[in-house]
């Protein structure tokens, strides 16, 4: 008996050894599930609350409750939880006189990071309408087509982004758009028929008293609070869906990332985007915390702000790391209180290097789509990896890893008709399982697309699973990588870019017949940077200052083609769909390629393509 009981304890004193040996990060793993569970159990509870609790009730709880804490750090000014609910009142009142808007309806926003986006947003969500984010770099056709497909009915701008209206305004009004400008004078609107002014004089006269929440009173978990452009991995720019279940699981990313209501949160990402508006604004919301709100990233300011205002966590997308690296060393380049970063898509030397250089921050990667119904998160801070494999993570959100045919460009079928799982530690496609639980809520106006997203009869007759378009890895320690995107998009400096909508510009050019357009990877930059391949008009010559023209006028920098190559046929499938990745593997090196290729220099144009260039590119002297 007491040898029995002895050995009992002998072996409950070797098992946490026992464990570690097993797995090293057995501690992390154990407070991470327990994260997970507690976040989880919140989550489950304010889902089934009566009445619906949406972030902004999050919003104006934390307004109750800290009233005079700052909400907003903006260049030299604050504002506290209380300025910011006081000017959404008045900004939701002017809304609702002027463009008479009411619940359920949807408008576009477009504007830049400042601190009116957030009240306007809030003053949306007060009334009970959703908001189309509209990102601000996208002009004339494609803002019109984001702007189609979200539904709404009125466009929101501000007056530095005036121009930008008035190129589409003739399309705009043909579809009774009505237009706000919000810091326009009043004078200014009788000069534009059709365009209305939101002046700061008429935000200031409205009345800041909380609105009624009958006026929103109609939602449920499954009402769309947010559109979020994508390009998703397929075709031009598409409204994802944000709901309100999804918005309120979304914002609790900072709380499993372990941010406190203590923290500073540095936004400096464009709040079009899930990371800067979802993960930055909505979860600060969430933990009640403080968040520095900046226009625009600047390399050469980033840690000064950080000083300055005392941050402690930051925000990342892959490039902005190196882009800080790149920086010339500094001896206070150690000074600042930053402990977390918080992002996606660093490099694993970009990582290494970073640390090494900026101190003991913690870097915690995480992976997800805007539209997806799937994310991991690397809680454990292993270079390289995205995330971690957790039995709870899988047994609540079902996904897997399926060989894929990049030659086909569709998942590998086995003789029954069933998708393959990739054994462990290879490379395949990440399909997570749609279900109540993890519901996939498409894109606006657009079931076509919606459903190229699903993968259906995947294991089973009748089973869906949400194709994420992205290539994993998934190693024997449970570390997730991320291998590659797949389909029609490329990613460059953080934006995806559709190749279909480039192709699109590119034909209009007169001496372009044909397009097929890709991206190339570039040596020590992350994502792709975008190339095409040409098939010219009968007898013409490429038309370098015209294709110039065109590309700047119709594309945002990150998506105008860096290298053009010329082709006398584009190569096609068996299926005639064009060959991407062949063409994308082959790259952009003088030398190995036999077409005519060309180079787009800043400000220039495109010039023939030399191997100097090349070599400066591929040296780094050349920043792209
Ligand atoms: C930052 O922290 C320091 C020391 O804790 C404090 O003196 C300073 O006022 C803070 N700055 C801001 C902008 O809050």
Redo the contacts with the bound molecule.
Sequence with gaps: MCTLLYTILAGLAVLPLFLYLRNPYFVQDVRYTLTCLVIGLRLERVKKSKPLYTMLDCFLDRVKKHPFKKFI?FEDSSYTYRDVDRQSNRIARLLRQRAGLTEGDTVAVLMGNEPAYVYVWLALAKLGCAAALLNYNIRAKSLMQCFSCSGAKVLLTVAELRGAVDEVLPALREQSVSVFVLGQEEQAEQMTEGVKSLSSSMVQQASDLPLDPQLRSKATLKTPTLYIYTSGTTGLPKAAVINHERLTMAASMQAIAGVTGDD?VYVYLPLYHTAGFVMGLAGSIERGNTVVLRRKFSASQFWDDCR???VTVIQYIGEIMRYLCNTPKKDNDRQH?VRLALGNGIRADTWSEFLERFGDVRICECYGATEGNIGFLNYIGKVGAIGRENFLHKAGFPYALIQYDTEREEPVRNSRGFCVRVPTGETGLLVAKISQRTPFSGYAKSPQQTDKKKLKDAFVKGDQYFNSGDLLRIDHEGFVYFMDRIGDTFRWKGENVATTEVCDHLIMVECIEEANVYGVKVPGHEGRIGMAALKLKENAEFDSKATYEHVKSSLPSYARPRFIRIQNSLDVTGTYKQMKVKLAAEGFEPSTIRDQLFYLEDNTGYIPMTQEIYNSIRDGKLRL
């Design positions: 750090v500073i300055k205002y005392n209180k």
